[in-house]
């Protein structure tokens, strides 16, 4: 069993989701905001050295720089035409040698990263200018200001820990809302749990109710509802079986146990306990029957069933088959024909069972006085009574189905011996119908479905 | 007493009616429900013993129509049946008592006197009439302490008179409740059979149980 979560699988995939898109929109944001602020600092920067540039000029005495600017965190290097290089910075005019690669080789303006005199990162712009000219003949001068970047710096790093400070505080935001949201929407799923805890198979007849469910859960529970239906079905079936396989025993055993108990309660005549050892020797027989059924079916039913074709005397098998209802047919005046006459290729012991619940079923049901005839051809057995005709020719196949529900047959009618013969057939890959004549007389036909090669062939 | 045995399995309707006949009951027996009906309604029996699957009417529509018909005769369901649902639509449309198939005929026999009894508001299954004993589980009779010797139908004759004892029985009620249908409706048999039953009983005994009434039947019990 794998421990997939709906949930936690919706809640892993949004957060997914949302983390990339943060991530995604937090870094263009971040650097949209960078290039901004450099932009911004490296055009003030350069208006700055403008500024200085326009503090330098040129007279008889040569180049000079009219009243040092005030500097703060500035560097100002000055390379004059004559190759005299200037330096500016608070409280002194120190080497500024780390600032520029001399001569001036770079192509103002230009801007590049440096490391300022004390070992700070800083920002430097070289620009080109042609000092103010009083005499005239000034030759151009490059300016190099460099300044400290730890503001831009510093506003920087904090943006991007705001960034990545809210970026994390509304993920897990999220990450909760969805959790409790998913968790909100997939609550029918839980009723609908709760509601199947309820039926086991006493109360199968319990059907999930379609209109609080939402939309996406219908057509499951349209099919756990038909499962349901087939199960209850079944399981009723199932139940009725039991009960009536119950009763089919029971009876007889009734029978005989009254038969005996009474029997023996006082001293009988011989005629009487013959009587009583004869009655309770058919009741032994159609027991003996009746478990048979059961048993076939219930291999059957398990699949468990292999057919051992050999030749069969029809003729004698019917005989041998009709046998146990002589008795019966005689004290209801039924007559009996046996005009099968076939040798056939077929599993004789199947073929016992089948013959021997037809022939009982008819002789159980035939109207008094009425006949019975079994006759063969080399494609089918047929098996004719002289009614009354069939109240349903389909149904009498199903198991359990009798013509009358009150009917309290013995063993071999108890609705197991019509559905067992014609389970047997197909086993056997033959049919078996039943069909009402008109003239009020019934046939049951076993015919091959499949006709092999062989010869005796049924 | 007399029971209608209700029941289509032949050997068991057979059986029951042989036992019950051997121990005293006048005995009435069918296998279709539509007879069982006509047979309960017609005839006044103590005790029904009644098949719920039966042929043509049902087992539990057979109950209900005598009870709908005003007919209070106890009446032991036989099924084969022993599902709860089964037992409990069988009491509720007015079944006295329940058996399940395969049953102890003994027990059939208690339940059958426990349902005779309680018809005839009697507690205990020993019935006295003065110094007259009649033990109803071992059929036996005593008067004065001494064993009586009764034939089968002289007992029965002798239970139905102690079960209505100090009450006038007529000749046909005693005939309805201790022959059964079967048996020729015969004023002679009747009478043989009293006057066989009270030299047992009253014979050589100071006080007579078994009185005449002219006309009217029997009454057993001391003179009023």
Redesign the interface.
């Known amino acids: 069993m794998t421990t997939y979560s709906l949930r936690r699988r919706l809640v892993l995939v949004m957060t997914g989701v949302m983390m990339t898109i943060f991530i995604v929109v937090g870094v263009f944001l971040y650097a949209g905001v960078r290039d901004a602020a450099w932009q911004q600092h490296d055009d003030g920067l350069r208006a700055r050295a403008r500024a200085f540039s326009a503090l330098v000029e040129h007279s008889d005495d040569g180049y000079e720089i009219e009243h040092p600017p005030e500097l703060r965190d500035s560097f100002v290097e000055v390379v004059l035409p004559d190759g005299h290089v200037d330096v500016w910075r608070r409280g002194g005019k120190p080497h500024f040698a780390a600032l520029v690669a001399r001569p001036v080789s770079i192509q103002p303006p230009q801007l590049i990263d440096v490391t300022l005199p004390d070992g700070r990162p800083g920002r430097a712009v070289v620009i080109r200018f042609v000092p103010r000219d009083e005499i005239g003949g000034a030759e151009p001068a490059a300016l190099i200001l460099a300044e400290d970047i730890e503001d831009v710096a510093r506003s920087l790093r904090w943006l991007a820990t705001l960034f990545i400070v809210v970026g994390i505080a509304a993920l897990a935001a999220i990450t909760t809302l969805v959790w409790w949201i998913v968790g909100r929407t997939l609550r029918p799923l839980d009723k609908l749990a709760q509601s199947l805890d309820t039926i086991d198979e006493k109360r199968l007849a319990t059907r999930i109710a379609l209109d609080e469910q939402p939309l996406e859960l219908h057509a499951p529970i349209r099919r756990l509802n038909e499962l349901l239906d087939r199960l209850e079905t079944s399981f009723a079936r199932e139940r009725q079986f039991t009960?009536d396989v119950?009763?089919?025993l029971?009876?007889?055993?009734?029978?005989?146990?009254?038969?005996l108990?009474?029997?023996a309660?006082?001293e009988r005549t011989t005629a009487d306990y013959r009587a009583a050892l004869a009655?309770a020797h058919?009741?032994v027989l159609q027991l003996g029957t009746l478990v048979e059924n059961l048993l076939v079916l219930a291999r059957l039913d398990a699949g468990h069933v292999a057919i051992h074709s050999t030749d069969v005397d029809l003729h004698e098998l019917v005989d041998e088959c009709w046998q146990p209802n002589a008795e019966i047919a005689a004290s209801r005046a039924l007559s009996f024909r046996n005009l099968a006459s076939t040798t056939l290729s077929l599993d004789r012991e199947k073929l016992r069972i089948v013959l021997a619940n037809l022939l009982a079923n008819a002789a159980e049901y035939t109207d008094r006085g009425g006949w019975i005839e079994v006759a063969s051809t080399d494609s089918a057995i047929t098996i004719t009574d002289s009614g009354p005709p069939l109240p349903d020719e389909h149904k009498i196949f199903d198991r359990l189905w009798r013509g009358?529900?009150?009917?309290?047959g013995?063993g071999v009618h108890c609705g197991i011996g019509l559905s067992l013969a014609r389970s047997l057939c197909t086993a056997m890959s033959l049919s078996l119908t039943a069909e009402n004549c008109g003239d009020g007389s019934v046939r049951f036909t076993c015919m091959r479905t499949r006709t092999p090669s062989a010869r005796g062939t049924l | 007493m007399r029971a209608l045995v209700v029941e289509?399995?032949e050997?068991?309707r057979e059986?029951?009616a042989?036992?019950l006949r051997?121990q005293g009951y006048a005995v009435d027996a069918t296998g279709e429900?539509q007879e069982g009906l006509w047979y309960a309604e017609n005839h006044p029996y103590d005790v029904v013993i009644l098949?719920l699957?039966?042929?043509?009417l049902?087992?539990l529509e057979l109950l209900r129509e005598l009870r709908a018909a005003g007919n209070t005769t106890p009446v032991l369901v036989?099924t084969?049946?022993?599902?709860i649902e089964d037992r409990v639509t069988g009491l509720d449309l007015g079944a006295d008592d329940y058996m399940?198939?395969?049953?102890?005929?003994?027990e059939l026999l208690a339940r059958l006197r426990a349902l005779v009894r309680r018809r005839y508001a009697h507690v205990d299954a020993i019935l006295r009439i003065a110094d007259l004993e009649i033990d109803t589980r071992a059929r036996r009779v005593r008067r004065a302490g001494d064993v009586v010797a009764l034939s089968a139908r002289e007992y029965a004759l002798l239970e139905y008179l102690a079960h209505r004892s100090g009450h006038i029985v007529s000749r046909t009620e005693l005939w309805d409740h201790a022959y059964d249908e079967a048996a020729e409706p015969n004023s002679n048999v009747l009478d043989v059979h009293i006057s066989h039953l009270r030299r047992k009983i009253d014979d050589g005994r100071e006080r007579k149980l078994i009185h005449t009434k002219r006309g009217q039947g029997y009454v057993l019990g001391e003179e009023p």
């Not at chain 1, 029971?250 to 038969?259: E, K, S």
């Not at chain 1, 009358?404 to 309290?408: L, P, T, V, W």
């Not at chain 2, 699957?53 to 043509?56: A, I, R, Y």
């Not at chain 2, 084969?80 to 599902?83: I, T």
Request: avoid cysteine; charged fraction near 30%; hydrophobic fraction near 40%.
């Open positions: 009960a119950s009763h089919e029971r009876t007889p055993l009734a029978g005989l146990r009254t038969l108990e009474v029997t309660l006082s009655d058919r009741i009358d529900a009150a009917r309290s013995i | 289509d399995y050997v068991l059986s029951l042989k036992g051997d429900g098949d699957m039966l042929p043509g049902g087992g036989l084969a049946r022993d599902a399940v198939k395969p049953f102890a005929f003994d």
